[in-house]
């Protein structure tokens, strides 16, 4: 098969690190690539006044494929502190590459899978009826909506006059909000498109078709929210009747759907929601398989797909010499990489070999000893982040 070429965009922080170590394991699996490398976050905003050059779109666009690491955002007022003294005052904003990125290419279809791997000592446990300690498996799959909603970024402090003067023309607006002084007012968006909407709901009903599961479970608000959230679980269901009549749609509130991630999350395969929802749910999700040592993502367009864990740049570890971080996310999310172009073997080997070096449970990392992140975890017993690659790699077959 010819050579792939994979865009390894390794960011800030711990990005740098886990990226490495995931090329690692893909090298030692056999997978064929050449990686280009693409510069992306914090250091490139303040030295060129954008976190996500021009140089690593083109690499984007021409080979279509991304390895993520992670970037460190910070707030606006960091943003414009941090800058360099060159380029200050020169009308540059920030804005996040990631979102940045998602947004450019459509990656709109973001999937998180949330997946228990037996012996992970951060396995969700739970006291059943007779009051046994049961450990449920979970094995679900997010599907988040990446671009629009209320992450979409259209938004406003003091709205300007034609914003104004159309919230005005809402009659909850003029009830609820127009005795609010214009310059106290703060507005945040949540636009759903028809599109979209049906892209993500459509990725969910497939998923489940491919695996004979027979329910996808839609986690909005729909009785509140009734134009977005409605308009999704509309899509649904006539999506259910016309194009998927062996699947059912459930439908769950995102706070009720919170409480009963500790009830019985094993009843969930396949969820959908839009944007913000679908972070809030897929964080849940991952809090019951590992945390955010476990938690990866893809972010899929019509052309251009990005993996990526779920997790940030984690500033405070990046410091220390030896890295003490849990590769696994990284390497599970080059993992959904490889499926997605085709490599399913080679995606197996690795997954196998990862679910092996849990369940033996020699080596771990600080997270999965439930230690504080500081350098003396080694002392502990902990392993380090290329000592939980290799442990990988010793596992492949
Ligand atoms: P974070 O995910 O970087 O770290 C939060 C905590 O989670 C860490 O302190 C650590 O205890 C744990 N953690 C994270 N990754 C881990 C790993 N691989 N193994 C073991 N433990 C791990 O989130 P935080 O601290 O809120 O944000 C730090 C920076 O990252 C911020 O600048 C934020 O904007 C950025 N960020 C970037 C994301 C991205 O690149 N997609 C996503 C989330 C945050
Ligand atoms: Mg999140």
Redesign the pocket.
């Known amino acids: 098969m010819a050579k792939r070429t994979i865009v390894a965009m390794p ?1 800030d ?3 740098k690190v ?1 990226l490495d170590e995931a090329i690692r394991v893909l090298d030692a699996a056999g997978f064929e690539a050449e990686y280009v490398y693409g510069d992306i976050g914090w250091e490139f905003w303040c030295n060129e006044g954008d976190p996500f050059p021009v140089r690593t779109q083109k690499l984007l666009e021409q080979h279509k494929i991304g390895l993520f690491g ?5 707030p606006k007022d960091k943003a414009e502190s941090e800058i360099s003294s060159e380029l200050k005052g020169k009308g540059y904003v920030y804005y996040s590459p ?1 979102v940045s990125m998602r947004q450019k290419y459509d990656l709109d279809i973001c999937m998180r899978p949330c997946k228990t791997f037996k012996g992970n000592p951060l396995n969700f446990i739970r006291r059943g009826f007779s009051g046994i300690i049961e450990e449920p498996v979970i094995d679900t799959m997010i599907f988040r909506q990446n671009t629009e909603g209320l992450y979409g970024g259209v938004e406003w402090t003091n709205p300007p006059d034609q914003v104004y003067d159309a919230l005005m023309t809402h009659r909850k607006f003029r009830e609820n909000f127009a005795w609010c002084p214009r310059p106290e007012l703060a507005v945040s968006t949540r636009i759903l498109t028809k599109k979209y909407t049906t892209r993500i709901v459509k990725a969910a009903f497939e998923y489940a078709k491919a695996r004979g599961l027979d329910t996808v479970t839609v986690c909005e608000k729909p009785n509140v929210i009734r134009e977005t959230s409605g308009m999704m679980l509309k899509i649904a269901q006539e999506m259910a009747k016309n194009e998927f009549p062996g699947i059912k749609v459930q439908d769950t509130n995102i706070d009720a759907q919170m409480m009963w991630l500790t009830k019985n999350p094993e009843l969930y395969h396949v969820v959908v929601a839009s944007n913000m929802f679908g972070d809030i749910i897929s964080d849940g999700f991952a809090g019951l398989i590992g ?3 476990f938690a990866c993502s893809a972010n899929i367009g019509p052309e251009i797909a990005v993996f ?10 990046a410091e220390f010499s030896t890295s003490i ?3 696994i ?1 990284m390497i599970m999310s080059a993992c959904m990489m490889l499926e997605h172009i085709g490599e399913n073997a080679i995606a197996a080997r690795i997954s196998k070999a990862i679910a092996d070096v849990v369940e033996e449970g020699k080596v771990k ?3 999965m000893m439930k230690l504080p ?1 500081k350098p003396d975890v080694f002392g502990k017993g902990a392993a380090s982040t290329s000592q939980m690659a290799d442990a990988i790699i010793a596992k492949l077959k």
Do not use: F, M
């Open positions: 960011g922080g711990i990005g886990v992670a970037i460190t955002s910070k990631i945390g955010l040592g990526e864990p779920t997790h940030g740049s984690a500033p405070k570890y971080v849990n590769p996310a990392t600080y997270d992140g």
